[in-house]
T-cell receptor, first 114, second 114 residues
Framework: AQKITQTQPGMFVQEKEAVTLDCTYD???????LFWYKQPSSGEMIFLIY??????QNATEGRYSLNFQKARKSANLVISASQLGDSAMYFC???????????FGTGTSLTVIP | GAGVSQSPRYKVAKRGQDVALRCDPI?????LFWYQQALGQGPEFLTY????????KSGLPSDRFFAERPEGSVSTLKIQRTQQEDSAVYLC????????????FGPGTRLLVL
């Protein structure tokens, strides 16, 4: 069963603007972790931000913030003040608390336009 | 400090050949994960080690895939009698124990089976 859904195959954003990348997840367990990773063309997955299911506040890391809406089971990534170097694939992932597996979505390709 | 390293970065194999892919995790990291990433897809979990113990191998697609981590540090993913459908990027990730078990990924090994 699909656990992570990313419905935007590709997104474009003007440099210095903010962009939201969508992610919904499916789990029946109350304890889980949600992650966002960036994968540039070089192929390496870069950790961006983490949100625990019990965290009361939305996670923030510099220009990255996670819009966590637990009831809707969504964990959208917001990138503020986009930079050309933000152009990459972005993957949402969830850690399954019953095991040690991470489930990844199919990714969103972000292109920042100068 | 040093990150996760993988070797070789690229591997071309003829169908039917055996291949071995190496992962050097971050020093001291207890957990090690292997993923398979097909072109245009998100990573898919293959197997998980905690120290030298392989705690989960449910993602290995067939008995041609074998992974080991005999001393709890370096890990090797072996694929026997490679098939064309094995062509993918193989990602290794490691993490330390803690409240946020974020994985740090290596650059991956791109395997092409002809």
């Amino acid at each position: 069963a699909q656990k992570i859904t990313q419905t935007q195959p590709g997104m474009f954003v003007q440099e210095k603007e903010a962009v939201t990348l969508d992610c919904t997840y499916d789990t029946s367990d109350p304890s889980y972790g949600l992650f966002w990773y960036k994968q540039p063309s070089s192929g390496e997955m870069i950790f961006l931000i983490y949100q625990g299911s019990y965290d009361q506040q939305n996670a923030t890391e510099g220009r990255y913030s996670l819009n966590f809406q637990k009831a809707r089971k969504s964990a959208n990534l917001v990138i503020s003040a986009s930079q050309l170097g933000d152009s990459a694939m972005y993957f949402c992932a969830m850690r399954d608390p019953t095991g040690n597996q991470f489930y990844f979505g199919t990714g969103t390709s972000l292109t920042v336009i100068p | 400090g040093a990150g996760v390293s993988q070797s070789p970065r690229y591997k071309v194999a003829k169908r039917g050949q055996d291949v071995a892919l190496r992962c050097d995790p971050i020093s001291g990291h207890v957990s090690l994960f292997w993923y398979q990433q097909a072109l245009g897809q998100g990573p898919e979990f293959l197997t998980y080690f905690q120290n030298e113990a392989q705690l989960d191998k449910s993602g290995l697609p067939s008995d041609r895939f074998f992974a080991e981590r005999p001393e709890g540090s370096v890990s090797t993913l072996k694929i026997q009698r490679t098939q064309q459908e094995d062509s993918a990027v193989y990602l290794c990730a490691s993490s330390s124990t803690g409240n946020v078990e974020t994985q740090y990924f290596g650059p991956g090994t791109r395997l092409l089976v002809l």
